[in-house]
């Protein structure tokens, strides 16, 4: 049975690649592991089931859960290097791809702050220099009026390449997680439209278009939210549209991650899918974002990524927002919680969308 998905957007954040700290619970991962959790079948595109759907779900805060004071620039837990150093791998390995986004050009580097009756905007302070940064071409590209819709999961080298064309757009989309490709109800809401359960699958509900592939999708873009293509060199992209490179290093970048999302959490609830989608805002190479994306992903929770690459308008809008930027950001609509810091949102996360024993 489809289920209509109410969506909510916003406007946030994410620092130079050091804002806000890394968490995520590691799982140690094996060559037969790596075959079994749906990896190569993203790869090959086989059809298997999904799961059933659910009731409307309700979640509240945990009792007694403190909101965590945002430490921009501060590893807090030790236990977190870890999970910050793979991501730091992961993202050289990426070649810093989705790090910025496309026409990313520096302002000044002297930017005066606003004045107490204008709008803050972001700008970053390194000693003496404060820099203000945006994107030479996307000021006139087109803008969806909703959201995009991605069915995808995290390990996948398809799927990462086309999250890495997003925020290169500075496009905001919501992601509906299938771990392994087939392990979430999403996988069965995606088979009962098509036929099929190949990730990743794209749905522009403003123009009615969708399709599979990632290079159709990567492409779709380009041609719909893109700039004028005299206003870039596509050589630019490389990274991303040199599909060799992309596949071979998507792969390890998700290897040295330990293969995230390829199944769905054992404890996730099961009603996960039926949640309103929460936001999180940040980008798909920022080592401290990642864990949240990660635990969202084997959660099988439905989430709108807002991107905030550098030179991204979001972030001003971060600022606007919260009086501060750092990623990551989470907005809960479920429960109308709104925090900072990746430790705290993903231990907020394991202990609101899990079921206890």
């Known amino acids: 049975m489809m289920i209509q998905y109410s969506r909510a957007i916003a406007v946030l954040l994410v620092g130079c690649l050091a804002r806000s700290h890394g968490f995520a619970p590691s799982s140690k991962s094996s060559t037969k592991t790596f075959m079994q959790m749906g990896f190569f079948d993203d790869l090959f595109a086989m059809n298997t089931g999904a799961l059933s759907t659910s009731a409307k779900p309700k979640v509240q805060i945990p009792e007694g859960f403190v909101i965590p004071e945002p430490k921009p620039l501060t590893l807090t837990r030790s236990s977190d290097l870890p999970s910050v150093l793979k991501s730091s791998a992961a993202l050289v390995v990426r070649l810093a791809t989705s790090c910025f986004v496309l026409g990313w050009k520096i302002d000044t580097f002297f930017h005066e702050d606003d004045s107490d009756d204008m709008p803050k905007k972001y700008s970053l302070k390194l000693g003496p220099f404060n820099i203000r940064d945006s ?3 996307l000021a006139d590209a087109p803008r969806p009026a909703k959201p995009l819709i991605l069915y995808e999961y995290d390990a996948s080298p398809f799927c990462k390449r086309v999250r890495e064309t997003i925020n290169l757009l500075d496009l905001t989309v919501e992601y509906r997680p299938c771990p392994g490709a087939r ?6 809401e995606m088979f009962e439209k098509t036929g099929s359960q ?6 522009d509900p403003n123009t009615g278009m969708s399709m599979f592939e990632s290079d159709d999708q990567i492409q779709y873009l380009l041609d719909t939210y893109g700039p004028n293509k005299d206003s870039f ?3 630019a992209l490389w990274p991303i549209t040199f599909k060799g490179f992309a596949i071979y290093t998507c792969t390890i970048a998700a290897l040295l991650r330990d293969m995230p999302a390829s199944r769905r959490q054992a404890n996730a609830r099961p009603d996960n899918e039926d ?3 929460l936001e999180l805002w940040g980008y798909e190479a920022s080592p401290f974002v990642k864990p949240v994306r990660e635990k969202l992903c084997s959660l099988a929770l439905p989430h709108t990524m807002v ?3 550098r030179g991204s308008i979001n972030r001003d809008r971060l600022v606007e927002r919260t009086g501060r930027f750092q ?3 989470l907005v809960d609509p479920n429960t109308g919680l709104e925090l900072f810091e990746s430790p705290e949102i993903c231990e907020y996360l394991e202990t609101v969308y899990t079921v206890k024993e």
Request: hydrophobic letters at 35%; aromatic letters at 12%; charged letters at 10%.
């Open 233 to 235: 060199d596509m050589k």
């Open 327 to 329: 990623v990551p950001f």
């Open 183 to 188: 392990q979430s109800k999403f996988s069965q």
């Open 307 to 309: 991107s905030c690459s």
């Open 198 to 203: 190949t990730i990743p699958y794209l749905v």
């Open 135 to 137: 994107s030479s071409v």
């Open 275 to 277: 949640m309103i989608p």
